[in-house]
């Protein structure tokens, strides 16, 4: 009967029966929190302040129709049904699928990997920011005493204190320098502080998820209102969100709006699937999806209407100064009386210096100052929060209490994101049973996270940033649409949508409609097709390259794109792991058909096996991975 | 006497103008920037007041203690308020050498800032760089401090959770010898009675006696 609970937790999962969430709000809100991360905060207001403004919605709103909200309750529906993380699912679901399984957890690896230094620069931030005045509104002095330094002088205050004091980057990525040991120090306390929230599992997370998952919002309130307030503020807001329709005939816009709905719902890491794996079996998971999928989405929506009304300040603040330099130029140079000239005058007053004396006004070389091309300056990723949000808040009363609300914010916002890589990593090893009964759990997710911050310590060399950028252009999104695209292929036409739509009735009592069934089928992995095809085609015709920090540079303090010899073999090592995680599936086919054909009596499992739970025993799997070793994964 | 003062100012001017270009500052103040409402209108009386700052600070100089008011010159005063000002010598009839002059206000230079309720920046010598302020460094980055009591705090967090769970277990591995131990004891005090053992009353949980109930029973009726 497809109603039964499921196959037994074979693998002990800590204990005889599986823990669960204390109550449905827990659940709501852990997954929640792992889909809303820095993305929603940085990545989403970037996109729709270059693709046109309010018209991003459209794409973005048909991807998350036709692409999100489907796979994201695919995943919901067959944690809850089969009651294991990523690797028992797919296993359980065919044994052809196990190497998603296991690349699930490898891509959740490397992304905690280095989710977690993001969040150690974050944490760098924060615990500067109790200080009055904040170290970056000022350059530190020169040598002599003389002057400013002149890495600071060229570029800016904020710009020295990220690049040098922060991370003291070198100028080429195969120069790796040293480890900066505030930012081991930091990157220590931040997985300290992972450890502390998963080192029971859910049973911790469940209680840390409160705080983390709801702080943001609040701060994000709090920075909305005072956004609002602050002058130049709407102008901004108008002028980020005015449409432009004619920018939707651009394809990449729509291949940045799937991508971005794709992994900002953090689809296809095997959070989702571990944290549905502790639900009750009767739970309606379809209502579970469309809410979280919803909520993201207003979130981003949210965020950046708080985002765009801080720059909208900044970019008014930026034009008010461009334009007093300017007005001091002219006085200084006409001897006009101090203060004659104000910013509404200055326009007429130019002009008419302009016609009167135009050889001297040339010879002041002075700024264009237009308030559009400062609204027009934008930044994503770490460039906005690091840069250009500290400078943004450097000029608002009170700042040090801002920094630190701010930074607060995206600490906890990254947190219950690392929650959900942690547990999709803890998860399926508890499922497999890798570990004694004896051993508690608090040792495997200690023994976990030390895995992690040992081998995270590569991103606190100097170079480490763009060792990170590699990783987060490259290392990731490929692999994730792969594994998105399997996830789908597997469940509708491996796991049978017949089987897959008896299970959701008994789940949550109704039959999936015809629209999950046609998305399912047809649309998703169409679309993630599409999109697969599209990304490697933008990485073929793109030059790879990073944007490097080099104070020798000519036109320095624009970071110089430079392609490194350290890195040019990363799309390949990326494809190669990807490969590594379905070449193990073809390794146990060729054994199987070697057994068959050939009869060596040891190290010989023959599947399918009319029992399927053995395909989930340890035995099984030690043999299996011994015969592929060879091929590196 | 007057004559020959005239004639002395008259050949000090000229001189001035000659050495305009190397024994010259000019000087650049924004009064209404730094003061906003207080600001005071530059006359000539605080011009005398500016002759009065150089020559104190020249006077400061050795060798040049006989430095008078009369022997700073100024001119060009333009509405911005800007002008030059030179320092002359009059028994040598030449312009001081800037080096002197420029050393002199540097060491001064808070003395005239505050004459006039400037500072460095609504105050400038254009030609004298400014001596910038030393960094106040604490003896101990704040950030440290910070740090050091999150991270004290997470690891006595995470070591009483480690006990606990070690607390937990060690309690529920005793629990089921326990219970294991308190029905023994019950076993063992099964009451008999004309050889025929009792059960004891099962106070686990109720336990209908089948035999005194029937199938329509089991719910009593309304």
Redesign the interface.
């Known amino acids: 009967m497809a109603c039964t609970v499921g196959p037994e937790p074979l693998g002990d999962g800590g204990g005889s029966e599986r823990p669960k969430w204390d109550n449905k709000l827990q659940y709501l809100l852990s997954c929640i929190g792992f889909a809303v991360g820095l993305g929603n905060i940085w990545r989403f207001p970037y996109l729709c302040q270059t693709y046109g403004g309010g018209a991003f919605l459209i794409p973005y709103l048909i991807a998350l129709v036709f692409e999100g909200i489907p796979l994201f309750y695919v995943e919901l529906a067959i944690g809850q049904r089969l009651r294991r993380g990523s690797i028992g699912v797919w296993t359980a679901i065919s044994p052809y699928l196990g190497g998603v399984g296991l690349g699930c957890v490898t891509v959740s690896f490397l992304v905690s990997l280095y989710y977690n230094t993001v969040l150690t620069w974050v944490l760098?931030y924060f615990?500067?920011s109790?200080?009055s005045p904040l170290p970056w509104s000022s350059c530190?002095?020169d040598v002599n005493?003389?002057?400013f330094e002149a890495e600071c002088q060229a570029s800016s205050t904020v710009s020295y204190f990220w690049y040098r004091q922060t991370l003291n980057i070198t100028a080429d990525i195969s120069d790796s320098g040293s480890i900066q040991g505030?930012l081991l120090?930091?990157l220590?306390?931040s997985w300290?502080?992972v450890?502390?929230c998963v080192?029971?599992g859910i049973e911790?997370t469940g209680k840390a998820i409160y705080f983390t998952a709801l702080f943001p919002y609040l701060v994000l309130t709090i920075f909305l209102i005072r956004g609002l307030t602050l002058p130049g503020a709407v102008e901004g807001l108008i002028y980020l969100f005015t449409p432009d329709v004619q920018i939707l005939q651009n394809p990449r816009v729509w291949l940045d709006a799937a991508t971005q709905i794709f992994f900002s719902l953090s689809l296809a890491f095997g959070g989702h699937i571990a944290f549905a794996s502790y639900n009750p079996p009767r739970n309606n998971c379809e209502k579970d999806a469309v809410t979280i999928a919803l909520v993201n989405s207003m979130t981003s929506l949210y965020a950046s209407i708080a985002v765009f009304s801080v720059l909208g300040f900044k970019a008014a603040n930026d034009h008010g100064r461009c334009l007093d330099r300017n007005i001091l130029h002219l006085?200084?140079a006409f001897?006009?009386?101090?203060?004659s000239i104000s910013r509404d005058d200055y326009a007429a007053v130019l002009t008419h210096l302009n016609a009167s004396q135009p050889e001297r006004v040339a010879r002041l070389h002075l700024e264009a100052c237009h308030l559009e091309d400062f609204l027009d300056k934008s930044a994503s990723g770490t460039g906005l929060a690091f840069i250009i949000f500290t400078e943004a808040i450097l000029h608002m009363p009170g700042a040090p209490g801002w920094a630190v609300l701010f930074f607060g914010m995206l600490f906890t916002l990254g947190l219950s994101s690392m929650f959900g890589n942690m547990e999709s990593i803890i998860t399926p090893l508890l499922d497999m049973g890798l570990t004694h009964r004896s051993i508690?759990k608090?040792v495997l997710t200690g023994l976990a996270c030390l895995l992690c911050f040992l081998s995270a310590i590569c991103f606190t060399l100097q170079s480490g940033n763009y060792w990170l950028e590699v990783f987060d252009n490259y290392a990731a999104p490929l692999n994730l649409i792969i594994f998105a695209f399997l996830e789908v292929i597997g469940v509708a036409y491996v796991y049978g949508l017949q089987r897959f739509s008896d299970d959701i009735v008994c789940m949550t009592g109704r039959r999936p409609s015809l629209y999950w069934r046609v998305t399912w089928k047809v649309v998703s992995p169409l679309l993630l097709l599409t999109i697969f095809v599209a990304y490697i085609a933008v990485l073929v015709w793109t030059p790879l390259s990073y944007r490097a920090w080099n104070t020798q540079y000519a036109r320095f303090p624009s970071r110089q794109g430079a392609a490194g010899d350290g890195f040019t073999g990363t799309p390949a090592e990326s494809s190669r792991k990807m490969l590594c995680s379905m070449a193990l599936t073809v390794c146990r086919v060729s054994r199987t058909l070697n057994c068959l054909l050939g009869g060596q009596s040891s190290g010989c499992v023959v599947f399918p096996q009319k029992n399927p739970q053995n395909l989930t025993s340890p035995s099984y799997w030690k043999v299996a991975l011994a015969g592929c070793h060879h091929l590196g994964s | 006497m007057r004559q020959n003062n005239s004639i002395t100012q008259e050949r000090a001017r000229r001189s001035k103008a000659e050495a305009d270009a190397e024994n010259a500052f000019k000087v650049r103040l924004s009064i209404r920037t730094a003061l906003g409402d207080k600001a005071y209108v530059w006359d000539t009386n605080e011009e005398y007041l500016f002759k009065a700052m150089v020559a104190f600070s020249m006077r400061k100089v050795p060798n040049r203690e006989t430095t008078e008011i009369s022997h700073v010159l100024l001119c060009n005063v333009t509405q911005r308020v800007s002008f030059w000002f030179v320092v002359t010598d009059p028994s040598k009839n030449h312009t001081l050498p800037a080096v002197e002059i420029e050393s002199a206000i540097r060491m001064n230079r808070n003395r005239i800032n505050n004459a006039f309720f400037l500072n460095d920046q609504s105050l400038e010598f254009l030609k004298i760089p400014t001596t910038l302020a030393p960094p106040t460094d604490p003896s101990v980055p704040i950030w440290i401090i910070i740090f050091g009591v999150i991270f004290c705090i997470v690891i006595v967090a995470v070591v009483l959770l480690i006990l606990s769970g070690i607390r937990e277990r060690r309690r529920k591995s005793k629990e089921p010898s326990e219970a294991d131990d308190t029905e023994d004891k019950c076993e063992n005090t099964i009451t008999i009675e004309n050889g025929i053992p009792c059960d004891p009353l099962d106070t686990k949980g109720g336990h209908i006696n089948d035999a005194f109930m029937t199938e329509d029973e089991r719910l009593t009726p309304l």
Do not use: K
């Open positions: 760098w615990l500067n109790f200080q530190p002095l005493r003389t002057g505030r120090a930091c220590a306390a300290a502080v450890y502390l080192i029971r911790s006085i200084n001897d006009f009386p101090d203060q508690p608090e």
